[in-house]
Every structure is written in C-alpha cells, then in structure tokens.
C-alpha cells in the first residue's frame, strides 16, 4: 500500500491490537475462568519480574549491531547485514521446532528425576545421562545441519537474491553459526528456567548486551560492515558459553561423565 517500512511496523501494530482486543472480550465474557491468589502472584513477579530485563536487554543485544551500522556505515550494508541475518535465521526456525517438543519433555524428565532422587537413585540417574545424551546429539546434528544450510542457501540464493545483495552470501556462515549458538543457548537456559533462577538469565543478559555494544561498535569502526558480523558471533557465543557455565553448576547432571 506504499508506506515502505512504516507499512511493517503499522501492520505488526495493527494485529496486535486487535488480538488484545479479542482476548480482553474473552476474559471479559468470561469464556475463560480464573482464579486470583495471592501467593501464586508472588511467585509469579518473582519468577517474571527479572525476565522483562531480559526481553528488554535481550533485544538490545540482537539488534544493536545494526543500529551501529546504520549510524557509522551506510543504508546498503545494513540492508546486506540484514538480508544475511534473515537467511541465517533459519536455523532459530530449526530450533525453535525442535523447542516446541523438546520444553514439555525436558521440564517433565527434570520433575521426574526430582521424584526419584528421592524414591529410586539409579533411575534418576539413568535419566540423567539419557537427558545428557540426547542435548549432545542435538547439538551435533544442529551444527550439521547448519552447515546443509549454508550450503544449499550458497547455491540458490545467486538466483534468487539480487547481484546489490549477493556479498550477505559472503557472511552467511558467520552469521549461521551465530544462530547456532543462540539455539544452544535457549537449550541450556531450560535448566535455569527449571530452577526459577530467572535472575541469573536476566544478569547474563544484560553483562552480554552491555559487552556487544562496545564490542560491535569497535569492531565495526575498524572492519566495517564484517565487524558488524563478527560481533553478531562473539555475542551469541559468549551469550552461550556465560549459559552453559552457569547451567552446568546449578544444575548438576553428567555433562562431560557418565558419572554423577
């Protein structure tokens, strides 16, 4: 309808609204009922409270590196950077696939080795390293799977992709990987989830945003538009690497032994 990028924004706008509308009807024809209490508000805050710097800072951390490149560079490398970021996402579509069935799973197997840390040890145990085995053979199956990605995009986005945009081909894989690890980080923060220590998520966060501001913005002023994608990386591993650190202490399963 000829409002450009405004259209975007007016459309992602427009749909909201109307769905909040459509739920405020609901609840308010009372189609669905619910209770107030007073503890479980609590709880509630306290668990979801910390998770809204999260979703702030967390947005921050994705987006910033190409608000720097708009400001120090130019409009045609953010359009490159952002056209490589979109065909690099294809991977958060992958994992967040394989998330939808995954979450309900992994949140029941922890409840259950609670329970039978206390009634059975050795199956707890068992379960333990079949929860163990079965992240490791995602995380290697994701990362050759990222890797047919690339390879496939590589051979048809030359045809489908304009000659203006064929340098975003150049960056992909840097950019795929990045995902990659942004899928990793979502697996590993599960176990954070679980134990209600939302805060410490919040904290990782907002440390790595507040790093990939300064990170982005050095690597961009000395390598241009391939610091932007660099730093795109490093975010996202570190994002990563911070996560797992944290999930392997707090919650205690055989990562690197079939001991426990």
Known sequence: MGYKWEGRVLAQVFVSVIFGIISIYIIFKKWIFFEVKGDYIIQLLKFGIPLIFFSIFYLLMFHINRFIVAKFLSLEDLGILNVSIQLGGFIDLIASSFNIAFLPWIYKN????????????????????????????????????????????IFIMKYFLGPSFHKAIEFLLIIIF?????????????????????????????????????????????????????????????????TFLFTIKIYKLPWFTIKT
């Open 178 to 242: 990045a995902f990659y690890f942004k899928a990793l980080y979502y697996i590993f923060s599960y176990f954070i989830v679980y134990t209600e220590k939302t805060i410490i998520l919040t904290i990782i966060t907002v440390i790595t945003a507040i790093f990939s501001i300064f990170l982005s913005y050095y690597l961009v002023m000395f390598f241009g538009i391939w610091g932007a994608v660099y730093s795109f990386f490093f975010t996202f591993f570190i994002y990563f690497l911070i």
């Open 110 to 153: 922890l409840s259950n080795i609670d329970k039978l840390l206390r009634d059975n040890l050795s199956i707890a145990l068992d379960l333990k390293r079949r929860i163990v085995k079965i992240i490791y053979l995602y995380v290697f199956s994701l990362f050759f799977i990222s890797l047919i990605v690339y390879f496939v995009f």
